[in-house]
């Protein structure tokens, strides 16, 4: 989806310690995908996703920038 699409953008930065699967997280709610390996965080990943809500009135894009920073 375009930039000038999107009604709204949120930055997310998920911190915490290393391991505990905040990439496993954000890439099962990406990219719908999950896997039991460990995926270590080199310094920040950014991923992004749109998502759209249906309101009374039409909808509202939501775009979201996730900051999965290195544990």
Same mark, same amino acid.
């Given at each position: ?8 953008? &949120?930055? *997310? ?6 391991? !505990?699967? $905040? %990439? ?17 965080? &080199?310094? *920040? ?6 998502? !759209?809500? $249906? %309101? ?16």
């Amino acid at each position: 989806m375009e930039d000038d699409q999107v009604d709204r953008k &949120l930055k *997310v930065v998920l911190v915490g310690d290393g391991g !505990v699967g $905040k %990439t496993s997280l954000v890439k099962r709610f990406v990219h719908e995908t999950y896997s039991e390996k460990y995926i270590k965080a &080199l310094g *920040v990943n950014v991923y992004t996703k749109d998502i !759209v809500f $249906k %309101t009374k009135t039409g909808t509202l894009t939501t775009g979201l920038q996730i900051y999965d920073v290195m544990g």
